[in-house]
């Protein structure tokens, strides 16, 4: 578990991310709009994000 010491690279730590469809930004889950363009950062979004990690780390721990 991260306590907010960790790197950003941390495999716990990448589901926290959602990059922005128009920027490319890479903002945390919590925020509702990129903070480099302002752009709202949808749940549909949000959830793609997850399941994309969810799928690479499970490709990840299977080779």
């Known amino acids: 578990m991260c306590f907010g010491s960790c790197r950003v ?6 589901p926290k991310f959602v990059y ?3 920027c490319g930004h890479k903002n945390m889950l919590v ?8 752009k709202p950062l949808t749940e549909e979004m949000k ?9 690479r780390s499970k490709a990840r721990n299977e080779s």
């Open 47 to 55: 959830d793609a994000a997850i399941r994309d990690w969810e799928e």
């Open 9 to 14: 690279t941390c495999d716990n730590c990448k």
């Open 31 to 38: 925020f509702k709009a990129c903070k480099r363009c302002g």
């Open 20 to 22: 922005c469809p128009d």
